[in-house]
């Protein structure tokens, strides 16, 4: 069965400090994962994607089927990342969300 | 730009009150979803509408049900609200295919009392 695992609830770290999101799956084949992101009072959107290979905000994912893994980093966090996000999988026209990691980052 | 609007973004009902949610998208999506967002649990999905008339159950489907009676509109219903009921209703749509981006609603803090 498809499953997104966010090992991490909390996350904080301070201004310019280097941020790992972790995200793990479970999943038989080639996943498209997606990262969304909810900052406070805003609505849910989409951060990035996997098939696009881009850098957003400057955060960067990149997809390990070895450690099925797709952990989002960025080198250096802004307060303004602080944020609730969570990775996705998609199970046919449906998405499979993790449960979310809560990022705060401290001045 | 993708508008995905929900109804009320606070609402709160007493237990055992009939609750409408409605949701409505601008781009023509056949796809929309309703979920629920606690803390701690994540998202999950409610229903799932692939096109008019036609839905799915979700992961958490029980004590709700939903209408869709035209493409750009689509509404979640609590027959007999619960105080476990409480929590973040969104709302989003999708084009019809496998993988493509959700845009949500704001959504709406519903309080049973």
């Known amino acids: 069965a498809q499953r997104v695992t966010q090992p991490e609830k909390l996350l904080s770290v301070f201004k310019g400090a280097p941020v790992e999101l972790k995200c793990n799956y479970s999943y038989s084949g080639s996943p498209e994962l997606f990262w969304y992101v909810q900052y406070s009072r805003q609505r849910l959107q989409l951060l990035l994607r996997?098939?696009s290979r881009e850098s957003i905000k400057g955060f960067t994912a990149d997809l390990n089927k070895g450690e099925t893994s797709f952990h989002l980093k960025k080198p250096f966090a802004q307060e303004e990342d602080s944020a609730m996000y969570y990775c996705a999988l998609p199970k046919s026209e449906k998405l499979v969300f993790g449960k979310g990691t809560k990022l705060t980052v401290n001045p | 730009d993708v508008k995905v609007t929900q109804s009320s973004r606070y609402l709160v009902k007493r237990t055992g009150e009939k609750v409408f949610l409605e949701c409505v998208q601008d781009?023509?999506?056949?796809?929309m979803f309703w979920y629920r967002q606690d803390p701690g649990l994540g998202l999950r999905l409610i229903y799932f509408s692939y096109d008019v008339k036609m839905k799915e159950k979700g992961d958490i489907p029980e004590g709700y049900s939903v209408s869709r009676e035209k493409k750009e509109r689509f509404s979640l219903i609590l027959e007999s609200a619960s105080t476990n009921q409480t929590s973040m209703y969104l709302c989003a749509s999708s084009l019809h295919s496998t993988g493509n981006e959700q845009f949500f609603g704001p959504g709406t803090r519903l309080t049973v009392l």
């Open positions: 996997h098939i």
């Open positions: 781009m023509d999506h056949e796809n």
